[in-house]
């Protein structure tokens, strides 16, 4: 457990110098759209930190695959589970989006249908290729 736990924080680690470069194409993209033309010094400083920490479990979680003893759809589960609420909570706290209901259905179908678009993306571009490539080299030595 403390392997995964020390390379949770390692991948987190690496990922989150990245809430600064996430927080400025948020801000960008509500300034272009006249959502957020100013702001406080609280509300850069909530953007960065927070940012900071959705990037950090975003990458960290991704240990998960690494645990040899759970399924891979039990992985995907728990993997997709962490990744709504860290986005659903961050965006929520920077007022990102409004806690309405609809909106936050609107927010969870967006990331089901994107979560699973790239999950089965990456599934079947990587994935699925790598496993067949390793069960022809088992054929081959068996």
Known sequence: MKKYVKEFVHRGLLAAWGGPVIIAIIY?????????????????VLGIISSAILAFIAAGV????????????????IQAIVLYFDYLIIYLINNWM???????????????????????GIYFLAIRPSINKMNRKLQEEA
């Open 62 to 77: 991704n240990v998960i695959y690494q645990i040899e003893e759970l399924p891979l759809m039990w992985a995907t589960f």
């Open 28 to 44: 960008l993209c509500l300034q272009a759209n006249g959502v957020k033309t100013m702001m406080t010094v609280n509300e850069v």
């Open 98 to 120: 409004k806690a309405e209901p609809i909106v936050i259905l609107i927010f969870t179908l967006c990331f089901m249908a994107g979560y699973t678009i790239v999950w089965t």
